[in-house]
């Protein structure tokens, strides 16, 4: 059974960076395309970032496009979220989640594309 554990969540102010952390075991970790996703109270689960098996192709998106960067090192099994020029409406609940491919090059985006996830690590962004 695959299990995901994130960390590096926190209290920081807006314009500041964060660095989340996601480790991945049970499994092949190259089998899998990563991605990162976030939820605020009341609101739906929202996509964030994304990374393909071999890391070489990523998406993003659009309002953390320039801001956010996700990485893997598939020798450590562990998934990237580096949070830059933070902003209040960062502020959430990130989940990393795994999700098993056949396909080297996808890069999935969809909440019900993914199979496994991490229990969350809140984020808050003061004005």
């Known amino acids: 059974q695959v299990q995901l554990v994130e960390s590096g969540g926190g209290l920081v102010q807006a314009g500041g960076s964060l660095r989340l952390s996601c480790v991945f075991s049970?499994?092949?970790?190259?089998?899998?395309?990563m991605g990162w996703f976030r939820q605020s109270p009341g609101k739906e689960r929202e996509f964030v970032a994304a990374i393909s098996r071999s890391g070489s192709g990523t998406y993003y998106l659009d309002s953390v496009k320039g801001r956010f960067t996700i990485s893997r090192d598939n020798a450590q099994n562990t998934v990237y979220l580096q949070m830059n020029s933070l902003k209040p409406e960062d502020t959430a609940v990130y989940f990393c989640a795994a999700a098993h491919n056949l396909y080297a090059s996808a890069i999935p985006t969809g909440v019900l594309s993914y199979d496994y996830w991490g229990q969350g690590t809140q984020v808050t962004v003061s004005s």
């Open positions: 049970g499994r092949t970790f190259s089998y899998y395309a």
